[in-house]
């Protein structure tokens, strides 16, 4: 009785401080881009217009207002949902992000997968044959994967299977003259829902080349969680009690070493989410991938504070939430856990 209502008195810290967490992010971006250099009208009219057509805009897009009350106007448009229009098309921000978003998600989550089974399994094999030259192949696996600049991995990998062997288009979401399937938004999801096994096809093949480098570049973080909690599991106590036991290596590893070890493997990959967003945008600039991240990139580019203030609020409520469901899946798997 008395953990559950540790446990219930933790969820509510947790989700109550998720929203302090946003408010504090969508504060600072408004600061920042405010103080940056540069003006967003010049980026719409140029820096040459009449300084009439620039007042007027500026009136228009609200800018000419004191900080404090765009902070406000800001701030009011969150708390009914409204992010805005960009600047540049007048196109509603929560449209942009609507269009951009599965392109991301479908990215980032088939990369995050790939990271984990492929991270796993050479923290696994490492650890099984440790003190060896596969545990110290398995080292440099870890380390090399998570040190290596993701730009240049991408460019190396559209050189290698783009351009030299022509096995995998060089860039870009969908087959260019194919007629993408309506749905969601997500690709994969929407061919097979609608049997477009063309579609299907073309689809895949765009998304092995950025989704197999930004999980290669995320799986060491995976593998060395694991070679660390896993080396710690195998010299503890419980372990050695079960050793005594006659147990054989393997059933101590899998029934014994591995359960705990994979506890904290849970908390990275929560971690991991936030990496994904820099290394995301690295990959969808590289190659051409129409999400999220990349039209990021551009509005930066075009001072556009608007989409720059949605995009980021949104990826900042993904973050949050992934991080606020990990936390309470360890605290509900893991009895050990205090608050």
């Not at 406000?72 to 009914?80: C, E, I, R, S």
């Amino acid at each position: 009785m008395g953990r559950s209502r540790e446990l219930l008195r933790y969820m509510g810290t947790r989700l109550a401080l998720a929203p302090v967490m946003l408010w504090l992010i969508a504060t600072l971006v408004f600061l920042l881009l405010r103080v940056a250099p540069g003006d967003p009208v010049d980026a719409v009219l140029g820096s040459r217009a009449p300084e009439a057509a620039k007042a007027a805009l500026r009136a228009r897009l609200g800018l000419d207002q004191s900080l404090g009350q765009q902070y406000v106007d800001f701030l009011g448009g969150l708390l009914h949902g409204d992010l805005g229009q960009a600047l540049i098309n007048q196109e509603p921000v929560s449209q942009i992000i609507r269009e951009a978003l599965p392109a991301s998600l479908e990215l980032s989550v088939t990369a995050l997968l790939l990271a984990a089974v492929s991270g796993l399994a050479v923290g696994f094999t490492a650890i099984a044959r440790s003190e060896g030259k596969i545990d110290l192949a398995g080292r440099f696996y870890g380390i090399g994967t998570y040190a290596l600049p993701p730009f240049w991995v991408a460019m190396l990998a559209q050189l290698l299977f783009a351009v030299t062997l022509g096995w995998l288009p060089v860039g870009g979401r969908f087959p260019p003259g194919m007629i993408a399937p309506d749905g969601s938004g997500f690709l994969i999801a929407d061919s097979v829902i609608s049997g477009n096994w063309a579609a299907l096809q073309g689809a895949l093949r765009h998304l092995v080349l950025p989704a197999c480098t930004l999980g290669l570049l995320l799986s060491g973080v995976f593998t060395n969680a694991l070679r660390l909690n896993l080396n710690r599991s195998l010299r503890s106590d419980y372990v050695e009690a079960a050793r005594s036991r006659g147990l054989s290596e393997t059933q101590v590893i899998l029934r014994h070493a591995l359960p705990n070890a994979l506890l904290p493997v849970l908390t990275i990959a929560g971690i991991t989410v936030a990496s994904l967003i820099g290394g995301a945008l690295l990959i969808e600039v590289t190659f051409s991938w129409p999400g999220i991240a990349l039209r990021l990139q551009e509005s930066i580019n075009q001072r556009d504070y608007p989409v720059v203030q949605g995009i980021v609020v949104v990826i900042a409520a993904l973050v949050v939430l992934v991080s606020v469901a990990v936390d309470l899946l360890v605290a509900v798997l893991d009895p050990r856990v205090r608050y």
